[in-house]
């Protein structure tokens, strides 16, 4: 289990979460386009490129293995000299 305070922690489900988001953002963009809404059309455009961005990014993270960085330890008194 990924510790909820790891900044880093990809978690596969969020990966998985954009597909629905994306797919209602297409089907918000075609109606805004339908309508005329152009403000909103740069917007949703907008979003999607972060949102596509995000999702790389996570894809690219949750392929990283982690790093093991060992327990660490106290020195002696002798090696502090």
């Given at each position: 289990m990924v510790p909820s305070f790891c900044s880093a922690a990809v978690r596969l489900?969020?990966?998985a979460a954009t597909s629905p988001i994306e797919s209602d953002l297409l089907a918000r963009r075609t109606r805004a386009e339908q309508?005329?809404?152009?403000?909103?059309?740069g917007d949703i455009g907008l979003t999607l490129t972060f949102l596509r961005q995000k999702g790389?990014?996570?894809?690219?993270?949750?392929?990283?293995?982690?790093?093991?960085?060992?327990?660490p330890r106290l020195r002696s008194a002798e090696s502090d000299r």
């Open positions: 489900a969020s990966i309508e005329g809404w152009l403000g909103e059309i790389a990014e996570s894809q690219r993270l949750a392929r990283i293995a982690p790093v093991s960085l060992g327990m």
